[in-house]
Nanobody
Framework: QVQLVESGGGLVQAGGSLRLSCVVS????????MGWFRQAPGKEREFVGG????????SYTDSVKGRFAISRDNAKNTVYLQMNSLKPEDTAVYYC??????????????????WGQGTQVTVSS
């Protein structure tokens, strides 16, 4: 059974930074593409960004390009989301997800096989 556990969320002022981590159990982490999604109150869950199994390819939604960066450490079964220049509109529950396909990270939720429980990020103005 694959389990994903996010951490690193919290309350931060606008302009600040946070780094989220997602630890994945199981021996196949190195073959998964990983995605980060978020869901704000009253809104649908949306793609934030993703990274291929090797880390060579990343993809981001337009609203976070230049501010957020995704990386991974396959030796630690961990994927990271570095968030800089945070804005109040970044407030949401952030989820990591694993895609066993492993290639270019998809922005589609239904492409992902496993999900974490989420971590709250709140950005105050």
């Amino acid at each position: 059974q694959v389990q994903l556990v996010e951490s690193g969320g919290g309350l931060v002022q606008a302009g600040g930074s946070l780094r989220l981590s997602c630890v994945v159990s199981g021996r196949s982490f190195g073959s998964y593409a990983m995605g980060w999604f978020r869901q704000a109150p009253g809104k649908e869950r949306e793609f934030v960004g993703g990274i291929s199994w090797s880390g060579a390819q990343t993809s981001y939604t337009d609203s976070v390009k230049g501010r957020f960066a995704i990386s991974r450490d396959n030796a630690k079964n961990t994927v990271y989301l570095q968030m800089n220049s945070l804005k109040p509109e970044d407030t949401a529950v952030y989820y990591c997800a694993a895609d066993s396909d492993g290639g270019f990270p998809s922005s589609r939720m239904d492409e992902y096989d496993f999900w974490g429980q989420g971590t709250q990020v709140t950005v105050s103005s």
